[in-house]
């Protein structure tokens, strides 16, 4: 399969670990004992400015999505947002930041380790978290087709997309 990366929706995490100027307030959001360090590394950036630091469970859940409902509640003009943790985490509380009214220049994405991708499947629309690399397959366990995670990743689903394994052979 072959895509061009430079027009593909890939996050490019280096490039992405930026952050619009000029926020008053900032909240770290580190998912598992693994982003503890490197969420701390960041403090420094935000010297002379009121930072939160939030430490949740490794996987995104209802205590992290209300966490980050409450955050977002509370937050004014000015505030900006930190993602620390797994991939999946990270673009699942993206995808919620984006929701509740956040911009992508006051969000910094920041993952660390774990090779766990969420899925979102075309064929039922559910989404699953998988040990799968770009490129190759994984089977939706809501309608068990088999489906190849492709080069899309959808901030709005947090998710990359997987659609059937065999579409253009089975018509």
Known sequence: MSVCMDTTSMPRWDEERRIAEGGRTVTILSFGEEAGEPA???LPL??????????LPTEW????ARVLGR???????????????????VLAAYAAAIAGGLLDAEIMPV???????TVYCAH??????????????????????????YHHVSRTHGAYLGYMIDA???W
Do not use: M, N, Y
């Open 111 to 117: 993952p660390v380790g774990s090779a766990d991708r």
């Open 46 to 55: 935000f010297a002379g400015r009121r930072v939160d630091w939030v430490r």
């Open 71 to 89: 955050q977002l509640d509370a937050s004014r003009v000015g505030w900006r947002l930190i993602l620390v943790g797994p991939e999946a985490s």
């Open 168 to 170: 253009e052979e089975r």
């Open 124 to 149: 039922c629309h559910a989404t699953h978290l998988a040990a799968v690399e770009v490129g190759r397959s994984t089977t939706c366990p809501r309608c068990h087709t088999e489906l190849v995670v």
């Open 61 to 64: 859940g209802e205590i992290a």
């Open 40 to 42: 701390r590394k960041l």
